[in-house]
C-alpha cells in the first residue's frame, strides 16, 4: 500500500520519543482550546496521496473514509494541488459583485454534468440544503416540507429543521419549518399522504448515508417524482454524499433515471476543498439579491473543483466507482462471518451492517491500518476515495474478517 509520499524529513531526525510528545501536546491543546464537539479518533493525520493517509509517527492507513465521501480522486491529487497553487498566485478571493472567468468555467461545467440549468454558489453541504429551501419556499410561496426518516441533511438550523435524528434536532428546536413531516423512507404513498396545499417541496436523499447507507426500492424517487408533479410540489434531492462518482454514476440520480426541481452538492465538488452548491432546473432561480455567500464560489475552490471534475473525467473515475464497488461488495459478501446482518451499496457508497455496535471494529482495524467509520450505530460505512486499488480493496476486507 506504500504511495509515493515525499519523505518528511522531520520523520527521519525526530525521535520517538519526541513524536509521542509532539502528539501529547496536540491532544492536549485540543481538549483545551476545541470545543469537544467530535468523538475523535485518537490518530494525527498529516499527509495524504491516493487512498492512503499518514499520521505523525509515519504509519500509513487505507482510507475507507476518505473525508466523509470527500476525497473521491484522492488525497492531495496533482492535478487538484497544482490548480489550487496556480489559482492562489492570481486571486484568491474576491466579492461576488464582480466576474471571474473560473467560476463562469465551473457553472458550466456543473450544469453540464448535473443536467439542470443554473447553478447558486456556497461553502458546505448544510448551505446547500439551507438554499434549496429557501428557493422552493420562494419559487412555491409555500412553507413546508416533506423529508424522510432517518434523513440527514444538515446541522444549521434550517438543514437540521429536515433532519430526522432526534439527538441532532430537539435541543435546539423548534425548527424553522414547524410544518416539516417525516414519513418513512422508501415508501412513496406516505409522501402522497403527507402531502399538504402548504408543501413547498419533498426533500430527500437518493441513498441515505449518515442514516446507515439505505438503498430506497428502484421506483421510489420515480412514484415520488410523479407525486410531487400531480399535485405541484418541488423535490429535492440532497446529492451532498451521493454526488461526484461516488455511486458510480456523476449523481445518484442518474441511476434512478429520476430528475429533481433542485439538487444540493457539496463534500467530493472541490477535490477536498470546501465548497457547496445548489443546481435547479428551467425556470427555477433566485432574483437579484434574494440569496448570497460572501466566499460562495470563490476562485480558489472553483479552481479545485474544476480541476476535480477534470480528474473524474479523465480517469475514468466513474467506471472505477462502480467496477471496485462491486468487486469490494462481492468481497466482502464473501466473508465468513456471521455477525453481518447485510452488504449494501451503490459503486463504492458501501455499507455493512452488523448484529452489533460497529465501533469496535473501527478500532481494531485503525490498529491495523485501515480507517472506518461507523454511522446508525452498527453500519460500517465505507466511502474511500474512487481511486482505491484492488489490493488495497483485498487488503481491507482481510482487515474486516479479521476484526
Ligand atoms: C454531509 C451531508 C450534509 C451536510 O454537509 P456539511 O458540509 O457538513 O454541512 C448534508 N446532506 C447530506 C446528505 C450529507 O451527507
Not at 466513474?318 to 465468513?336: D, P, T, V
Not at 478500532?363 to 453500519?379: I, K, P
Request: aromatic share 8%.
Amino acid at each position: 500500500m506504500t504511495e509515493n509520499f515525499t519523505e518528511p524529513e522531520n520523520l527521519q531526525v525526530t525521535e520517538p520519543e519526541n513524536l509521542q510528545a509532539k502528539y501529547d501536546s496536540i491532544i492536549e491543546k485540543d481538549s483545551k482550546y476545541v470545543m469537544q464537539t467530535y468523538g475523535r479518533q485518537p490518530l494525527v493525520l498529516s499527509e495524504g496521496k491516493g487512498a492512503v493517509v499518514r499520521d505523525i509517527y509515519g504509519k500509513e492507513y487505507i482510507d475507507c473514509v476518505a473525508g466523509i465521501a470527500v476525497n473521491n480522486v484522492g488525497h492531495c491529487h496533482p492535478a487538484v494541488v497544482r490548480a489550487i497553487q496556480a489559482q492562489a498566485e492570481k486571486l484568491i478571493h474576491v466579492s461576488n459583485l464582480y466576474y471571474t472567468e473560473i467560476q463562469a468555467e465551473l457553472a458550466e461545467a456543473l450544469v453540464s454534468v448535473t443536467g439542470m440549468e443554473r447553478v447558486f454558489f456556497c461553502n458546505s453541504g448544510a448551505e446547500a440544503v439551507e438554499a434549496a429551501m429557501k428557493l422552493a419556499r420562494l419559487t412555491s410561496g409555500k412553507s413546508s416540507f416533506i423529508a424522510a426518516e432517518h434523513s440527514f441533511h444538515g446541522r444549521t438550523i434550517g438543514s437540521l429543521s429536515v433532519t430526522h435524528k432526534s439527538m441532532y434536532r430537539d435541543p435546539f428546536m423548534p425548527p424553522v419549518s414547524s410544518e416539516t413531516t417525516f414519513v418513512p423512507y422508501s415508501d412513496a404513498d406516505a409522501i402522497r399522504q403527507a402531502i399538504s396545499e402548504n408543501t413547498a417541496a419533498v426533500i430527500l436523499e437518493p441513498i441515505q448515508g449518515e442514516g446507515g447507507v439505505n438503498i430506497p426500492d428502484p421506483e421510489y424517487l420515480k412514484e415520488v417524482r410523479e407525486i410531487c408533479d400531480e399535485t405541484g410540489t418541488f423535490l429535492i434531492f440532497d446529492e451532498v454524499q451521493t454526488g461526484f462518482g461516488r455511486t458510480g454514476t456523476w449523481f445518484c440520480k442518474d441511476q434512478f433515471g429520476v430528475e429533481p426541481d433542485i439538487m444540493s452538492m457539496a463534500k467530493a465538488i472541490g477535490g477536498g476543498f470546501p465548497m457547496g452548491a445548489i443546481a435547479a432546473r428551467d425556470g427555477l432561480s433566485f432574483g437579484r439579491g434574494q440569496h448570497a455567500s460572501t466566499f460562495g464560489g470563490g476562485p480558489l475552490a472553483c479552481a479545485a473543483a474544476l480541476a476535480s471534475i477534470e480528474v473524474i473525467k479523465e480517469e475514468g473515475l466513474l467506471k472505477r466507482s462502480k467496477e471496485n464497488g462491486a468487486y469490494f461488495m462481492g468481497k466482502l459478501r464473501n466473508m465468513e462471518r456471521e455477525d453481518v446482518v447485510e452488504v449494501r451499496g451503490k459503486g463504492l457508497m458501501i455499507g455493512v451492517e452488523i448484529k452489533h455496535p460497529c465501533s469496535k471494529f473501527v478500532d481494531f482495524a485503525r490498529e491495523y491500518g485501515v480507517l472506518l467509520n461507523c454511522t446508525s450505530d452498527s453500519v460500517l460505512r465505507l466511502v474511500p476515495p474512487l481511486v482505491i486499488t484492488k489490493e488495497q480493496i483485498d487488503t481491507v476486507v482481510d482487515v474486516l474478517e479479521q476484526a
